[in-house]
């Protein structure tokens, strides 16, 4: 059974920073992309960040460039999510979830319908 175990999150002030983890069991985790999502009250929810396999790609929302920072360690089976500079706007409830192609040197954003498996989020609050 895939598991996706989100920690890390809490309540930070403006210009902070957290350090999000994503642990995974269930599934070869080095052969698969991971991404990071997140849902503000109110708002749908958006793509952060992506790592796929081996970290050959990366990619990031254009409002978290240069502040956060995506990473992944396959001997522990987990993802990693720095944040700094956070910002109020940063406020949201934080997802992984893992992209359904195996093997693939890539990731993506923009299909949200490209990840099959999601933890159960971690809350991030930014008071300004």
């Known amino acids: 059974e895939v598991q996706l175990v989100e920690s890390g999150g809490g309540l930070v002030q403006a210009g902070g920073s957290l350090r999000l983890s994503c642990a995974a069991s269930?599934?070869?985790?080095?052969?698969?992309?991971i991404g990071w999502f997140r849902q503000a009250p109110g708002k749908e929810r958006e793509g952060v960040s992506c790592?796929?396999?081996?970290?050959?790609?990366?990619q990031y929302a254009d409002s978290v460039k240069g502040r956060f920072t995506i990473s992944r360690d396959n001997a522990k089976n987990t993802a990693y999510l720095q944040m700094n500079s956070l910002e109020p706007e940063d406020t949201a409830i934080y997802y992984c979830?893992?992209?359904?192609?195996?093997?693939?040197?890539?990731?993506?954003?923009?299909?949200?319908?490209?990840?099959?498996?999601w933890g159960q989020g971690t809350q991030v609050t930014v008071s300004s």
């Open positions: 790592i796929s396999r081996s970290d050959i790609t990366t």
């Open positions: 269930g599934f070869t985790f080095d052969d698969y992309a």
């Open positions: 979830a893992v992209e359904w192609e195996r093997y693939s040197t890539l990731c993506t954003l923009k299909v949200e319908g490209n990840y099959v498996s």
